[in-house]
């Protein structure tokens, strides 16, 4: 009995801790619409500098409690709604996800820059951790009070808020209509900001509370994680019924320390669904739960996508095969092998497209797919042992197939969400997936065949060999995988100019009209997600061979959202906005961390200042993910448009290809070094639509059309002559003495 009391005790203090973090969800999405993936991170950071504060500094800890959350966490709030999230209406769902999301990796990558995530940081309990009181038999910590306490006082606040108070029925107002919120003589944007900073406070008090009750230790990724278990509390209240809230968070708490304290401990599976438990239960609850109906008009977002003809894909993909061959003839054995993996990666990137960009439909877990290929792929493809292993093509292809039907499975109990909610649960598989498979290395026994999914936690996936071709060879290895990316993008151009993409378009628009027009929506939802698993899965077997040794690490769901967040900034619904996407998930951050690693190593002197560049790139790079919401339709959108612009500037074209090629050829010829090629040819493409559009308007000035003739320039005499001799009109000799020149 005092077992389950103990137990019962610790679940409903971690509970209490879940409802403060989840309370602030609600609050947010409730007053923007918004869900915040980067609650947990908020949650992290300020947590990060109570440690600051407290451990460092020395500061008493109910001064830094008052700053901390006080101050830094209302200011953050406010701060990221202020620069970042008032700038998304009238933009999609995806746009939303992946800015919060961008602003998710930025924080961490804040932290781990401020705080070497190599070091050990613990946070005390408040009174220290011998400071507790007996009640029937059962120790209770007055830090666990105090976590009950806070949680039973925000529930009822938060009730009298939304309830009882003017403030709190214009904050719900603001996300309805904040158009008739404003002729009541309110301030939405007010009211949404007090929300948010709200919102960002309940998510560091529930840090500073959750760090000393989950065993002290301090850690950047594992604390954004252990917030966002709450997201299943928020669900529970369907993000809009505080009580709700709550009693889902008492549950979530409890039945995570049952689990603990009943189920066999001799291995690692209770653990394992211990940590899991939170993701299963919100995939359990979106899908129970009632959801709301189709909507019935298109929804008109500020995102635009052209997709290309399967013409135009054929001649770019061959394009593309060209110069990813010659520039293979320039770079070292290394170099190739990470554009190998940054190649794998965009073929992932491409199951993003068909399923985001042309479906509508959300994935924040691709690399699951490929974990789920990879394991099948390791344990019946592989032939041989040692340097002389080969990975099969029938275990490629049933890497690919699985992968596939595990798409389909996960989208059949998902086929009824949509938008957020689906996201959601494509979440929650990944974080399942990465905490229970990926993590197993005991040994099982089906049908008298014993096996272990990730043995020593890691597999070794060899290059695989496809009938002759060999793909030990690195240059091998990355034509075939870009021949890959070609013929799939390929794929999708015909599969999108087709009648199915024609239907896939339709559902994204206005899944209700689809419908009432005959359109089987749940065998199109099941054929996009088994298409785009497949593609993953794919990539998936690529980027593992390509790496050689993966483990849990390369699958995670920070690694997914990684690459979502950069393809989106590229162009969800462009091919091309994969392969940019793909290429900086896979080379773009490691080869310029590595780079700013190597100078720092090669020069002590400046070494502080190298690795500050390393950390600040990679700060940069959710810096650009949060600025998608100012341009959500991507760059490559407007690097296409430039380039489209260009083509009456064909001298600059031809000036421009006739550089690229006598720089080639010094790079071949070993003149100019590698690296010096590709910086200067990066920034001849970047530069090509500024000159091509200085070009363009110059142009334009030396020859006005003549319907702009005193319009776009002032008549002169000339100009009168001009336009005599154009229309056929005996020429006056110019402007009749004493007439003045005018202007349009």
Known sequence: MTTFLTYTILGLVLGAVYFIAASGLVLTYNTSGIFNFAHGAQAMFGTF??????????????????????????????????????????????????????????????????????????????????????????????????????????????????????????????????????????????????????????????????VPISGGGLDANMLTLLVIDAFA?????????????????????????????????????????????????????LVVLPQDRLRGAAVRTRERYRPPTVRSAAVWGAVLVAVVYLYSRLLSDGGVSTLALGMSFAIVALSLTVLTGYAGELNLAPLAFGAVATIVAFHFGVQGSGLAARLGVHGVLL???????????????????????????????????????L??????????????????????????????????????????????????AIGLAALRAGGYGRRLA?????????????????????????????????????????????????????VSLSLLMLVVVAGIGYISGALFGGLMAGVGGAVLTGTFSDLALQHPGPADIFTALGHLVMVLTALVGMGVGRNPSGVVHDIAEGYRAMRGAKPVLYGAGAFGAVLYALAVTGVIGSWTF??????????????????????????TPLELLGVDEPY?????????????????GGALKGEASVTA
């Open 233 to 285: 509390a928020a669900m529970f209240g369907r993000l809009r019924s505080i009580p709700r809230t709550f009693a889902g968070a008492i549950v979530l708490g409890l039945a995570a320390n049952y689990v603990l304290a009943y189920l066999p401990s001799a291995g690692t599976f209770a653990g394992n669904l211990r940590v899991s438990l939170p993701m299963i239960l919100l995939f359990v609850v």
């Open 678 to 703: 590709s910086l200067v040819a990066l920034c001849v493409v970047m530069l090509l639509p500024v000159v091509g559009r200085m070009y363009l308007e110059e142009g334009r000035k030396r020859e």
């Open 716 to 732: 002169t005499d000339e100009l009168r002559a001009r336009l005599d001799r154009e229309l056929g009109l005996p020429v006056t």
């Open 506 to 558: 339709a559902m994204k628009d206005s899944p209700a009209a689809t419908a009432m027009l005959g359109q089987d929506l749940v065998r199109l939802k099941l054929g996009v997600f088994m298409i785009s698993a497949a593609i993953a899965g794919l990539g998936g077997i690529l980027m593992s061979a390509a790496t050689g040794t993966v483990a849990q690490e390369n699958f995670t769901f920070t």
């Open 49 to 210: 500098l109570y440690w600051q504060f407290t451990n460092v500094w020395g500061w008493p800890v109910w001064l830094a409690l008052v700053i901390v959350v006080g101050v830094v966490g209302p200011a953050m709030g406010a701060a990221l709604y202020a620069a970042i999230m008032k700038g998304l209406r009238g933009t999609a769902e995806v746009t939303k996800i992946i800015v919060t999301v961008a602003v998710l990796l930025g924080t961490v990558y804040l932290a781990q820059w401020a705080w070497n995530p190599d070091e050990a940081y613990t946070v005390d309990m408040f009174f220290g951790g011998g400071a507790k009181i007996t009640v029937a038999g059962v120790e209770i910590r007055w830090h666990e009070i105090v976590c009950l306490a806070a949680a039973v006082a925000i529930a009822i606040g938060l009730r009298v808020l939304f309830t009882r108070s003017r403030t709190g029925v214009v904050m719900r107002a603001s996300v309805d209509d904040p158009d008739l919120v404003r002729l009541n003589g309110h301030d939405p944007e007010r009211a949404a900001m007090l929300a948010w900073a709200l919102g960002s406070t309940l998510a560091v008090l529930a840090g500073v509370l959750i």
């Open 399 to 437: 890497g690919v197939l699985a992968a596939a039907v595990v798409g389909g499975l996960i989208a059949l109990p998902a086929l009824r969400l949509r938008g957020l909610y689906l996201a959601l649960a494509t979440m929650a598989f990944g974080v399942f997936l990465s905490n229970m498979v």
């Open 439 to 488: 993590r197993d290395t005991t040994r099982h026994e089906l049908f008298g065949v014993e096996f272990t999914l990730f043995p020593g936690g890691s597999l070794v996936v060899p290059p695989p060999k496809l009938g002759p071709v060999d793909l030990r060879d690195g240059t091998t290895f990355l034509m075939a995988a870009t021949v890959l990316f070609a013929l799939i």
